[in-house]
């Protein structure tokens, strides 16, 4: 190992939020680092980016190293892991190693939105495997999460190993497998591990998590009690949720439907790689109106509150085929994403309307996390000792948890790392020594860009104010021919007197240009600047808010 030869960790997303992971690790002399991403995510936008579809890190940090960029690995297919691939891929464009489930997905993703996204060329990779990039030297281990195929990472390099966990739970009974395979990483940590990148999403929360057998069990019980339907939401990517209340309900001698694009197509992959063998045939749409209550299932996107979903659309009795009836069940089979709490709220106000009776985690056993709580976090320590854990996937108080837990189990060296930290891992001393260019940027449709690119900052003032728009012509002597044309969106029918409020705009648009002097109205610009000024005063005085206005003056 030369002398300057460094190992450093440099997250984009993920530590410091949940959501939008990306994990940079980087070998060698700060000039020529070689480089390998660990996932590539996405979160969701809240209504502060108002249609905005999806929230991307930005690796504009990668322009300058994208030659030094050897490869991408995804630990598993949740959105927040692997949900920007696509969109980012195609200007990275090197190898990506993934599982046979995520693959599927991201080809099923492709050819619903009608490849409007490219095709990312994907090598499989599973758990045991191992690959061989520059440096690097990454082995897939396995682990349980509420997704197919996840899995955690050994990435040997010069400068000492490095164990990526992803997301990662103890379940010694979990509906779909694998096991979180302690043996290997108990072998791991007789290797020699120098740091653990930890998951930290329950590090606030005591004990071990519940096993999805208890959840299984549960909901059976509630499936067959039902003297009514029963509709279960859940994450639509919990294949092992799907496939146990698809058993429960034959077991009831219930039928299932399928309520969702993105449920059927996750159901698709997992039938194609074999997950869905011996599960009975899913019914249609056209046939649930046919078959008695006590005698359906149904499973169904829209457990985050999401309006487009299957279950917004059932609680404003929206959907053409399907509808719920007083007495009905509702399982929420799911936990709120935080931001998430008053769509979600919203939906189940909607249902209870319609005499539905709603059943959470708060009532029943229906859903239990993908993540570790602390027992869970300890023993990972235990198993693979490493001299430094890294909190990450998580927000402020939950890095903070983990890491005042790792400091109380003994580990020397915790580090405080957040997006854009470039943390020093070998040799010498473990510390931040830089930071990277990060953020976010946008999509929006078809397009991506950043916050001003994309234009939300002026449509987010559109949404609070609105907007007026107006077209005055003059004559060849300046003076105002005909009435002129205004048009506002979004502002009151009236003002504080009563009065038309576009009236008043107009009567403020005229007086603006009469105000000037023949001879001074040469000056197309300052004409149609006092226009808008006038228009924007005149609704602020009617109204207390100025509306965004554009202007035009022509002469004829």
């Known amino acids: 190992m030369a002398k300057q030869d460094e190992l450093v960790f440099l997250p984009l997303g993920g530590v410091g939020e949940i959501g939008m992971n990306l994990a940079l690790y980087g070998y060698g002399p700060p000039e020529h680092r070689q480089w390998i991403m660990v996932d590539c995510g996405v979160t969701f936008p809240g209504p502060d980016l108002p249609g905005v579809d999806l929230v991307l890190p930005d690796i504009r940090f990668l322009a300058s190293e994208r030659k030094n960029l050897r490869a991408i690995i995804i630990t598993h297919a949740h959105e927040?892991?692997?949900?920007?691939?696509?969109?980012?891929?195609?200007?990275?464009?090197?190898?990506?190693?993934?599982?046979?489930?995520?693959?599927?997905?991201?080809?099923?993703?492709?050819?619903?939105?009608?490849?409007?996204?490219?095709?990312?060329?994907?090598?499989?990779?599973?758990?045991?495997?191992?690959?061989?990039?520059?440096?690097?030297s990454i082995e897939g281990v396995a682990v349980n999460h509420s997704i197919p195929e996840p899995m955690s990472l050994m990435i040997r390099t010069p400068?000492?190993?490095?164990?990526?966990?992803?997301?990662?739970?103890?379940?010694?009974?979990?509906?779909?497998?694998?096991?979180?395979?302690?043996t290997r990483f108990r072998q791991l940590g007789d290797e020699g591990v120098l740091a653990l990148m930890c998951d930290s999403t329950n590090a606030l929360r005591d004990g071990v998590s519940p096993s999805e057998k208890d959840v299984s069990e549960s909901l059976?019980?509630?499936?067959?009690?039902?003297?009514?339907?029963?509709?279960?939401?859940?994450?639509?990517?919990?294949?092992?949720?799907?496939?146990?209340?698809?058993?429960?309900?034959?077991?009831?001698?219930?039928?299932?439907?399928?309520?969702?694009?993105?449920?059927?197509?996750?159901?698709?992959?997992?039938?194609?790689?074999?997950?869905?063998?011996?599960?009975?045939?899913f019914i249609s749409e056209e046939e649930y109106g046919y078959i008695p209550r006590d005698k359906v299932v149904v499973i169904l996107t829209g457990s985050q509150g999401e309006a487009r979903a299957a279950l917004a659309k059932l609680s404003r009795d929206e959907m053409r085929n399907v509808a719920f009836a007083a007495g009905d069940i509702v399982v929420f089979s799911s936990r709120a994403i935080p931001g998430n709490e008053k769509a979600i709220q919203d939906i189940k106000n909607g249902l209870?309307?319609?005499?539905?009776?709603?059943?959470?985690?708060?009532?029943?056993?229906?859903?239990?996390?993908?993540?570790?709580?602390?027992?869970?976090?300890?023993?990972?320590?235990?198993?693979?000792?490493?001299?430094?854990?890294?909190?990450?996937?998580?927000?402020?108080?939950?890095?903070?948890?983990?890491?005042?837990?790792?400091?109380?189990?003994?580990?020397?060296?915790?580090?405080?790392?957040?997006?854009?930290?470039?943390?020093?891992?070998?040799?010498?001393?473990?510390?931040?020594?830089?930071?990277?260019?990060?953020?976010?940027?946008?999509?929006d449709g078809m397009l991506i860009g950043d916050f001003d690119e994309m234009g939300i900052g002026e449509r987010k003032k559109l949404s609070y104010v609105g907007h007026v728009a107006v077209s005055v012509v003059l004559d060849a002597r300046y003076d105002i021919v005909g009435d002129p044309d205004l048009v506002s969106i979004g502002l009151p029918v009236y003002d504080d007197e009563g009065d038309e409020m576009e009236d008043t705009l107009f009567d403020a648009a005229i007086s603006a240009i009469e105000s000037i002097p023949r001879a001074r109205r040469k000056d197309i610009d300052m004409l149609q600047e006092a226009v808008r000024r006038a228009i924007r005063a005149a609704a602020n005085q009617s109204w207390g808010k100025k509306p965004v206005v554009t202007a035009f003056v022509t002469k004829v």
Do not use: C
């Not at 000492?160 to 395979?181: A, F, M, Q, R, Y």
């Not at 998580?394 to 790392?417: D, F, M, N, W, Y």
């Open 220 to 281: 059976r019980k509630i499936i067959e009690d039902a003297e009514g339907r029963v509709a279960i939401t859940t994450f639509s990517s919990n294949v092992g949720r799907i496939r146990t209340v698809a058993e429960a309900a034959e077991a009831a001698g219930r039928e299932v439907l399928l309520l969702g694009s993105s449920l059927k197509r996750v159901v698709d992959v997992a039938q194609d790689i074999g997950l869905m063998e011996g599960v009975k045939p």
């Open 80 to 136: 927040d892991h692997y949900g920007a691939l696509a969109d980012l891929w195609p200007g990275l464009n090197v190898p990506v190693y993934a599982s046979g489930f995520t693959a599927g997905l991201l080809e099923a993703k492709r050819n619903f939105e009608k490849a409007r996204i490219g095709e990312v060329p994907v090598t499989p990779f599973k758990a045991g495997d191992t690959i061989n990039v520059g440096p690097f």
């Open 352 to 443: 209870v309307e319609q005499g539905v009776h709603i059943i959470t985690d708060t009532e029943a056993l229906v859903h239990v996390s993908g993540h570790p709580r602390r027992n869970e976090l300890q023993r990972m320590y235990e198993w693979t000792r490493p001299k430094v854990v890294v909190p990450v996937h998580g927000e402020a108080t939950h890095l903070t948890a983990h890491k005042e837990l790792a400091e109380q189990s003994g580990i020397a060296i915790v580090p405080r790392v957040r997006n854009g930290d470039i943390l020093r891992l070998a040799p010498g001393p473990v510390e931040v020594i830089g930071e990277a260019p990060h953020g976010r940027i946008y999509k």
């Open 159 to 182: 400068a000492g190993n490095v164990i990526h966990t992803g997301d990662w739970k103890i379940d010694h009974e979990p509906s779909l497998g694998p096991l979180t395979d302690e």
